[in-house]
Each structure stands twice: as C-alpha cells, then as structure tokens.
C-alpha cells in the first residue's frame, strides 16, 4: 500500500495493521522533520507533490520491493502540506519472516521513494527565507505552486 496523505500519520495504527503471526520481523522507518538543514535553523517544511505520477510510482516502487526481497508485506505514507518540527514526513514499513530480508527491503523502499517519487520539498527558515531542497533527482524542476496535490 503507497499513500499520500495530507493529515498525521499514526504509526501505531499502521504497524498493527501489518502485524503478521507468520513474521518474526517487522520494521519501521519513519522521517521526522528536523530543526536544522546544512547549518540553518529550520522553522518548518513544506511538501508537495505531482497527484498521478507519485502515486503511480510509489505503488511501482511497492511491487518492486515485494518481488526482490523475501517479504510478506510492505507500506509506504507520505505527508504532503505543512508539517511541523518534529512531525513525522514518512513512514514505511516491512515485515518478513527474518530480520534481515525487513531491513534490507525497508532500506530499499525509504531510498527508492527519496530518489523517485515526485514529492518536492520546502523549507523555512528561522530567518524568514523560504526555500525549495532535496529534490528528487529523477522528478524534475520544482512545481511552480507551493499547493499541495492529493489524488
């Protein structure tokens, strides 16, 4: 399941969701908005995102994970919209019966997503000044809007 929510994600929800009594191993990754980025203060972030094609992609990246790892399940949710310090931004989860094929695939899922899915991000900073950052490499120039886009 690949989601683009635009309201707090619940992470306890969401694991018990994925519980699996045939799974030894589950893992979370969630990405946190931080106070600071490359030496400055950062007050808040903001996302947004091309509607179709990160959905589309997201769930391509999903099946992806699923068919290379020996997993029995993945997720992935990502916020869009103004977050806070501290809020959670992403959250991907995976569950597999051994350790290992979960964090291999949970890492595979997280950098996947940062490196392919068009969600564009903006920070503000302590001073005032606002700008785009991190964006992903294969997602093309930063939209024009600061709107975010659900589908």
């Known amino acids: 399941m690949f989601q683009i929510k635009n309201s707090p994600l619940d992470v306890a929800a969401l694991r018990a969701e994925m519980q699996d009594p045939t799974c030894g191993a589950l893992v979370v990754f969630e990405g946190l908005v931080r106070n600071h980025h490359e030496g400055r203060d950062v007050s808040q972030l903001h996302y947004t995102n091309h509607p179709i094609l990160a959905q ?5 990246i999903l099946a992806e994970t699923m068919e ?84």
Do not use: M
Request: with cysteine; charged share 20%; net charge negative.
């Open 68 to 151: 290379k790892f020996p997993i029995t399940g993945a997720l992935a949710i990502h916020r869009v919209g103004t977050l806070a310090i501290g809020e959670c931004a992403v959250i991907t989860i995976t569950t597999s019966p051994h350790r290992e094929a979960a964090f291999e695939a949970n890492r595979f899922l997280i950098d996947s997503i940062k490196a392919r899915v068009p969600i564009w991000k903006q920070e503000t900073y302590a001073t005032g000044e606002i700008e785009w950052t991190s964006p992903c490499p294969n997602c093309g120039p930063v939209p024009q809007s600061t709107n975010s886009h659900l589908p």
């Open 56 to 60: 589309k992609e997201g769930e391509l």
